[in-house]
């Protein structure tokens, strides 16, 4: 049974760091690429990075360049989302998502959701 699991959302102030987790479980990784989304409230989910299957390319919203970086464990069937120099515009609900085709930052691409992490910034 394939299951997709995300950690490490929590309540952070404005500046401060997290590292979201991606761990899959049932099927192996390494053969898929990785997108994070988000959802704020009242707004539509976008699309905040992603990575691909191999070699690694990853993409990112203009939003979180230079401040997110998203990685990959394949060994640990585990993606990560590090969020430095948070703002109160990060609130949102985190998703990981998996797909098997190219890297992108639009979710149709994606067929494996996760439930979701919360991540909340004061200000």
């Known amino acids: 049974q394939r299951q997709l699991i995300e950690s490490g959302g929590g309540l952070v102030q404005s500046g401060d760091s997290l590292r979201l987790s991606c761990t899959v479980s049932?099927?192996?990784?390494?053969?898929?690429?990785v997108g994070w989304f988000r959802q704020a409230p009242g707004k539509e989910r976008e699309g905040v990075a992603c990575?691909?299957?191999?070699?690694?390319?990853?993409y990112y919203a203009d939003s979180v360049k230079g401040r997110f970086t998203i990685s990959r464990d394949n060994a640990k069937n585990t993606a990560y989302l590090q969020m430095n120099a948070l703002t109160p515009e990060d609130t949102a609900v985190y998703y990981c998502?998996?797909?098997?085709?190219?890297?992108?930052?639009?979710?149709?691409?994606?067929?494996?959701w996760g439930q979701g992490t919360q991540v909340t910034v004061s200000s």
């Open positions: 998502a998996i797909g098997d085709g190219s890297p992108s930052l639009t979710e149709s691409l994606y067929d494996f």
């Open positions: 049932g099927f192996s990784l390494e053969y898929y690429a």
């Open positions: 990575i691909a299957s191999h070699k690694g390319r990853t």
